[in-house]
Structures are given as C-alpha cells and as structure tokens.
C-alpha cells in the first residue's frame, strides 16, 4: 500500500502547483506571444516598404549642395553663419531618410518596437511609415497596453507579497533582537520559571473510554431507558470512528474516485485566482522610503550593466535612460544604438515597472490619507462653533 501511495501523492502535489502557477505562466505567455506576433507583422510590413525619393527629401539634398558650394567658397567669413544654417537644415530632416528599411525593421528591431508600444514608453526613434503600419499600431496597442497593465498587475501582486513577507519578518526579527536587548538575566530568567510552571500546569486530555462515558451521563437528569442507551451507542461509535479511522485527504479521494470532481474543483480553484489579481496590491503596507530605495538600487545595477553595452553612455546618462524607462515617459532624447542586445534586457524592464508600479501605487494611497486628513482638518475649522446660551 505504502509504494501505490507515494506516486500518487506526487501526482496530486503536481497537479497542486499547475493549477497554482497556470494563470500567471498565462499572462506572460500570452504577453510574449502577443510581442512575438506583432514583430513578424510590423517586419513584413515596413521592413519590405518600398523607399520613394519625396519632394522633402529632394529640397533637402539642394539645400545641402548649396550650403556646400557657399563654404568652399570663402571659407573664413562664412563658417558662424554656415554652422547656423546647416544645423536649421539637419533639425527638418526626416531620419527615415539615412535608414534602410530591411535593417531597422527586421525581426528584433520589429520585437524592440513592440516592446515600446505595450509599454507605452514610446522612445520615437523607430516609429511605422507606411499607413498600413500606423492603422496597425493603433489596433496592436489598443490590446497590448491592457494586457501589459494585467501582466503588471498580476506580477505586482507576487512582489507584493514577498516585500510584504520579508517586511514582515524583518520586522520580527528586529523586535526579537530589541527584546533580547532590553531583557536582562534576571527577568528573563524569572519569564522562564513562569513559562516553565505555566507548561507544567497543562493537562493533555486523552480520549475517554466507555466506563468513563457511562459514569459521565450518570448523574444527568433521567430519560427512557430506550433513548438513553441508544444516545449512548451514537456516543461511542463515533468516538470509535474517530479514533480508529485515519484522516484521509479529500482531494485525494475526489481524484481517485472521480476525477471529474477534482478537475472541477481546479478549475474553480484557477477562477478564484483570476478574481484574486489585484488584491495583494491593496493590502501592502510597506513604507514608501523603503521603495524608494529598492527602486534607487534596481537602476543603479542597471546603469553599471549598461555602458558596456552602449558606448555613448556613462552611469549617469544610463541611470538617467533607466528611469525614463521605468517610468514609461520615453523621451527619446537617449536613444540605443544597439537594441537587439537591450531585447535581452527586457526582463529587467518588465520587473521594474511592476516595482514602480507598487511604489506608484503606495504613494497614491498615501496621498490619499493625506488629502483626507487634510480635508477633515478644513471641514473641522470651517465647521461652526456652538454658543451656549444662559438657561
């Protein structure tokens, strides 16, 4: 009995932890199904664009030819005002100009453009032409972002019950080490004598026997004989019953049994979870400078890693590039010269977000107890005050 046990146990437990980790594994695999699809479809369609000579384009090159042909001429009076001048041209010059479709937009271009739409941070650096394209982001974004928001969501309550979890322990242990500070040897050693008799004073209750329940039930009040004796026999067959029988688990009896009831019990166990998504989130009450710091140390990491990557930057302009970042702001006045290697990098983004996510999220309900505060303490002054009249 004991090897047909233990596989099944295993198999149960199993089954446990995939119904458990299922609608989490869903969100981000359809996430990244989701980016998958939309880089092959913004590859086919602006990367095999046809490039078109515009009118734009075309008085750009003039204007340029003659810039030239006016600093070749005298080159000494005319390099301030050249400066100027060139500078005013290259500011109405349209990038899309100087790029080769095929390598802007190829599968991991296409993959980092995607990234930038559902996260809405948008740095403009690569952006559709063709209308086709535009029409597409459009549709791609309307559902991307409130998938990405669910995926946050969902992540953020996980973070939020490890930060509250290691808060909460931190704080135990914390208190333990100023107890153990403030008590001295002998108190301590009168709180283990008081321990120590209180423990001794505990009766363990064993169960009783049938002389035992006989005796109890004798100086109750007197009933029939016939109603007696048969309370008295429900009595002890089910302390009997109790002792005897083993506590078996349910789950395990519904999926031996029937495994119909089981599956439905997981199922219904897989819905609760998708109606729990955003409950962690309320309930964390961590304090806002510990996030803060959490946050101040995720981009720094980051902005270490991140030089070594992109020449053009140094710790200050990564960490800067960072925080634009996870703050979905984008400016796109830092911009990547390699980002098939940065798509690597997007697990960092994504967890940062749902870490600046839980700090926005504290702050706003601290602001929130503080514009109540500050309301209450109006209404109070503005309230006015009772005269009492002389009786």
């Known amino acids: 009995m004991a090897t047909t046990s233990q596989p099944l146990l295993g198999k149960t437990t199993c089954k446990k932890i995939f119904w458990a980790v299922f609608p989490h594994a869903c969100f981000i695999l359809s996430l990244v199904i989701y980016a998958f699809l939309g880089a092959l479809m913004f590859s086919h369609i602006e990367g095999n664009r046809e490039v078109t000579l515009s009118e734009e384009y075309r008085t750009f090159l003039q204007n340029l030819t003659y810039l030239a042909r006016k600093l070749s001429d005298n080159v000494t009076e005319n390099e301030k005002t050249f ?5 005013e041209l290259f500011n109405t010059a349209d990038p899309v100009w100087f790029i080769n479709p095929e390598d802007r937009w190829n599968f991991f271009g296409s993959l980092f453009f995607c990234c930038t739409v559902f996260t809405t941070v948008g740095y403009g650096n690569t952006y559709p032409v063709t209308r086709i394209g535009k029409y597409l982001c459009m549709l791609y974004a309307l ?3 409130p998938l990405m928001f669910l995926v946050l969501t969902d992540m953020g309550d996980i973070l939020a ?10 704080r135990k242990v914390q208190s333990k080490i100023q107890a153990s500070k403030l008590c001295s040897g002998s108190t301590c050693s009168k709180r ?9 004073k505990i009766v363990i209750n064993e169960p009783l026997t049938i002389m035992e329940v006989l005796k109890s039930q004798s100086g109750t009040k007197r009933r029939p004989d016939k109603c007696r004796n048969v309370e008295l026999f429900e009595m002890l067959i089910a302390r009997e019953n109790e002792n005897k029988q083993p506590a078996r688990n349910k789950s395990m009896e519904r ?6 009831l ?5 199922v219904s166990r897989v819905i609760e979870n998708f109606d729990k ?3 962690e989130l309320e309930k964390l009450d961590v304090p806002i400078v510990l996030m803060v710091l959490v946050i101040f140390v995720y981009i720094s990491c980051a902005a270490a890693i991140l030089p070594n990557w992109e020449r053009n930057m140094d710790f ?21 010269e390699h980002p098939k290697f940065f798509l690597f990098f997007s697990l960092y983004i994504m967890i940062g977000m749902e870490i600046v996510f839980i700090a926005f999220k504290l702050g706003q309900d601290r602001l929130i107890v503080l514009y109540k505060k500050v309301i209450s303490f109006c209404a109070e002054k503005n309230m006015p005050s009772k005269k009492i009249y002389p009786k």
């Open 161 to 170: 019950t490890v930060l509250s979890k290691s808060y909460n322990e931190f």
């Open 255 to 260: 999926w031996s049994s029937c495994p119909e």
């Open 262 to 266: 089981a599956r439905e019990k997981a």
């Open 277 to 279: 998504i955003g409950k």
């Open 143 to 145: 559902f991307g972002i």
């Open 316 to 336: 200050q302009e990564a960490f800067y590039f960072c925080f634009i970042t996870l703050t979905t702001i984008g400016f796109g006045d830092t911009k990547l």
């Open 83 to 87: 400066k100027n001048d060139i500078r």
């Open 192 to 200: 283990n004598e008081l321990k120590s008799r209180a423990q001794s």
